[in-house]
């Protein structure tokens, strides 16, 4: 549908439409890019306020995953107000606002929409230094790849849903998806990267396509490697899945090539959506130790190098049983 739109150019866009990227990025000046981009979806979870962080931190983390700070922000508010308790609405907004100013950004307002569905999220301003600007395109072959979150947001929401998960596995779902990028963003810029994108509706497996296409190369993954949230593999296990993981699966189709060793249930987790996900980070192999002390200074508890990049096909990623 996009490539029926007319196609905006200019110098100042230093990153567009183009590389299915997380924000739009516009040059200011010689030391200055403007970062722009919003985000919203339905509840997640039941509690409105963990609902408001974990919308915001989903926000914010397009700034973070483009190297750069947010600025500013402003919410996006659907909401039945004559359905539901004006309290949920006074609580997501208190969520949403708590963590906008934990990113040390600034909220300068928002609209609201009476809908008879519930959707939050943030229209978020950002600026990075031109160079420090870590797009989609840019994967080299030999670079590493690390991943600074575990998977499994999808499958473990939907045992939530379904009253499967346990109080552990749903603290620990809720706990990743509220933890800002902030700090993995830092040490990304701090390391000197190729390419970058968080991980979040196109499952690891459908955002790592995006940024091996746009540079132009292809991939390997060794599924043992993938960080995982307590419960997923259960849950995939049995029989959970979403309906967003089986479109995945559908779209990627034979761009995916999966070792005969790697079981069903982690394959689901390789292409489970995810929500407020972790960085995906594209790294030169002789800066990856430097990156993992930067990630570990930082705070950031996980930092796992999960694959590599190599010469081969746009797009295509071979997942190999370890």
Known sequence: MLRQLPKQVSDKILVGLETSDDAGVYLLDSDRALIQTLDFFTPIVDDPYDYGQIAAANSLSDVYAMGGVPLTAMNIVCFPMAGQPKEWLVQILRGGGDKVAESGALLLGGHTVNDETIKFGLSVTGLA???????????L????????????????????????????????????????????????????????????GFGLLGHLFEMLE??????????????????????????VNTGGGRSNAAYLGERVRFEAGVPEELRVTLYDPQTSGGLLIAVAAEKAGRLLEELEGEGVSVRA??????????????????
């Open 141 to 200: 072959p030999g670079d590493v790849l690390v991943l600074t979150k575990a998977l499994g947001t999808g499958l473990v929401t939907t045992a939530v849903k379904r009253r499967l998960a346990s109080e552990g596995d749903t603290a620990a779902v809720i706990e990743s998806m509220k933890t800002l990028n902030a700090a993995a963003a830092r040490a990304m810029v701090q390391t000197g990267v190729h390419a970058a994108t968080d991980i979040t």
């Open 129 to 139: 230094q031109p160079r420090d600007i870590t797009a989609n395109r840019g994967a």
């Open 305 to 322: 190098v999960i694959g590599r990049v190599v010469d081969g096909p746009a797009g295509t990623i071979c997942v190999r049983s370890g």
């Open 214 to 239: 746009a540079s132009g190369v292809a991939g390997e993954i060794d599924a043992a490697q993938a960080p995982l949230l307590p419960g997923a593999l259960v849950h995939a296990s049995d029989g």
